[in-house]
């Protein structure tokens, strides 16, 4: 059974870079097929997809967030990660990672909020 974890800081600044981590664990983020997605819910709004990372290694981003989002991988930790640069109070959200077959989400994390605050 697959199970995704997200870490990483719960208080960012404005202006500085937010970097997250979704380990994974039950098995492998190169398994064929399988996308590996970052998803977040702003306080009182719904579902924002940011982008993913395929097995393969390939990126899509939403247009929304391409030009200040950056999502990776390490295989070797089976980790895939996400670093949104220049943040303001508006990305202040709850972070989700997510695996996906042919873009439906099957499989998500518990979630980690985040809050963008000086």
């Known amino acids: 059974q697959v199970q995704l974890q997200e870490s990483g800081p719960g208080l960012v600044k404005p202006s500085q870079t937010l970097s997250l981590t979704c380990t994974v664990s039950?098995?492998?983020?190169?398994?064929?097929?399988?996308?590996w997605g970052w998803i977040r819910q702003p306080p009182g709004k719904g579902l924002e997809y940011m982008g993913a990372?395929?097995?393969?290694?390939?990126?899509y981003y939403s247009p929304s967030f391409k030009s200040h989002t950056s999502i990776s991988r390490d295989t070797s930790k089976n980790q895939v990660s996400l670093q949104l640069s220049s943040v303001t109070p508006e990305d202040t959200a709850v972070y989700y990672c997510?695996?996906?077959?042919?873009?439906?989400?099957?499989?998500w994390g518990q979630g980690t909020q985040v809050t963008v605050s000086s």
């Open positions: 990372i395929g097995y393969d290694g390939s990126t």
């Open positions: 997510a695996r996906g077959y042919s873009w439906l989400w099957d499989t």
């Open positions: 039950g098995g492998s983020i190169t398994t064929s097929y399988s996308v």
